[in-house]
C-alpha cells in the first residue's frame, strides 16, 4: 500500500505538473482567472492583456508625479532602500476566493506621498500598470492608512511577473482589484478616476471587504 501511495503521488504530480502547463496559455488569456481553479494554485492569476508583462529589477521605473512638488522617478533600488513596512494579511478577491496569512513587504504609499509633496488641489490618486491597459484608484485617506504598500515582495520572496512584479500595490482592507499589479505610475490628481473594473465590469470604487459589490 505504501508503494502504490508513493507511485500515485509522483503519478498525480506529473499530472498536475502537466495540467498547470496546459492551462498556462488559458490563465494569461483569462480576466476572470477562473482557468486556475486547480488544487496547489492558491492565487487565481488575472491579466486583462493577452499576456503577463515584463520588466526586469534593473529596468523597473515607478514614477510619482502629478499635483505634488517634487516628482520623483524611483529605481527597485531606491524602493529597497527606504524603511520597509512588513505586513501579513489576506488577499480577498472580490469573486470570493481568498488566500490568508500572505506576507507582503514593500515601502509604505504614505512615505512615497510624503517625499513627493502632495500639493493643496491634490485629493486622490490615479495609478497605471506598465500592462498599457489596468488603472485604479484610491482617495488621500485611503493612501495613507498604515496597511496601503508599494510592495516588492510577497510569498516569502519577490513579487513574480504573475503576481505583478517587480512592484505591485497591496492594499489590505480591500478587495483584489484595488491593488494594481505591474505598477508604474502613481499620479496625484483632483478627483477621482474610476480604474479598469469600475469601468469595464461595474465594480465599486470604494472597494472595502464586505462593504461593497454584494459580497
Avoid at 111 to 130: C, H, I, N, P, Y
Amino acid at each position: 500500500m505504501l508503494g502504490l501511495g508513493a507511485v500515485g503521488v509522483v503519478a498525480g504530480s506529473r499530472v498536475q505538473d502537466g495540467l498547470d502547463a496546459a492551462l498556462a496559455p488559458l490563465q494569461r488569456l483569462d480576466p476572470t482567472g477562473l482557468s486556475g481553479l486547480l488544487p496547489g494554485n492558491y492565487f487565481r492569476i488575472y491579466t486583462v492583456t493577452d499576456g503577463y508583462p515584463y520588466e526586469s529589477d534593473t529596468n523597473y521605473r515607478l514614477t510619482v508625479d502629478g499635483l505634488v512638488d517634487h516628482p520623483t522617478v524611483y529605481t527597485m533600488a531606491d524602493l529597497q532602500a527606504m524603511p520597509a513596512t512588513r505586513l501579513v494579511r489576506t488577499f480577498q478577491c472580490v469573486t470570493g476566493w481568498r488566500v490568508d496569512n500572505v506576507h507582503w513587504q514593500g515601502v509604505a504609499l504614505s512615505v512615497l506621498l510624503d517625499k513627493a509633496g502632495v500639493q493643496t488641489a491634490g485629493k486622490d490618486l490615479r495609478f497605471e500598470s506598465f500592462d498599457g491597459v489596468y488603472t485604479e484608484s484610491l482617495t488621500l485617506a485611503e493612501a495613507y492608512r498604515p496597511d496601503v504598500i508599494v510592495a516588492y515582495s510577497m510569498l516569502g520572496g519577490p513579487v513574480t511577473q504573475e503576481h505583478g512584479g517587480p512592484v505591485r500595490l497591496y492594499v489590505a482592507p480591500m478587495y483584489g482589484y484595488k491593488s494594481i499589479k505591474w505598477m508604474s505610475r502613481i499620479q496625484v490628481v483632483d478627483r477621482v478616476e474610476p480604474g479598469y473594473w469600475e469601468t469595464v465590469g461595474n465594480y465599486a470604487v470604494e472597494g472595502w471587504i464586505g462593504d461593497s459589490n454584494g459580497y
